[in-house]
């Protein structure tokens, strides 16, 4: 099961931290990645990091702006979202995939098998 937190309503230039807690299984061994939902689009990648810390990938629109981390011994992932735009409004969802991570592949909505609930950002201009 996955929990995501720390949505909100902020200013556009300023920051936010969402999290993401998992729980039921064996969390160091899936790779997690945090997806969004505008209103009226498709839901998108925003990044993802591999179950060893030290691979991760983001989408263009949010690279240098946001990161995203992870401490396995508390079951958590973290997406670090600073300069805030409006067009950064969404439904920010976490997900975990138990595939071999890859920078070719691992931004890729179908491999993640268990997704959590959302947690709502708006960023007002």
């Known amino acids: 099961q996955l929990q995501a937190y720390g949505g909100g309503l902020v200013q556009a230039g300023n920051s936010l931290r969402l999290s993401c807690l998992a729980s039921?299984?064996?969390?160091?061994?899936?790779?997690m990645g945090w997806f969004r939902q505008a209103p009226g689009k498709d839901r998108e990648f925003v990044a993802t990091?591999?179950?060893?810390?030290?691979?991760?990938k983001y989408a263009d629109s949010v690279k240098g702006r946001f990161t995203i981390s992870r401490d396995n011994a508390k079951n958590m992932v973290y997406l670090q979202m600073d300069s805030l735009k409006p067009e950064d409004t969404a439904v920010y969802y976490c997900?975990?995939?138990?595939?071999?991570?890859?920078?070719?592949?691992?931004?890729?909505?179908?491999?993640?098998?268990?997704w959590g609930q959302g947690t709502l950002v708006t960023v007002s201009s």
């Open positions: 997900a975990a995939d138990d595939g071999v991570w890859s920078p070719i592949r691992s931004h890729r909505e179908l491999l993640y098998d268990h």
């Open positions: 039921g299984r064996t969390f160091s061994n899936y790779n």
């Open positions: 990091i591999s179950r060893n810390p030290s691979n991760t």
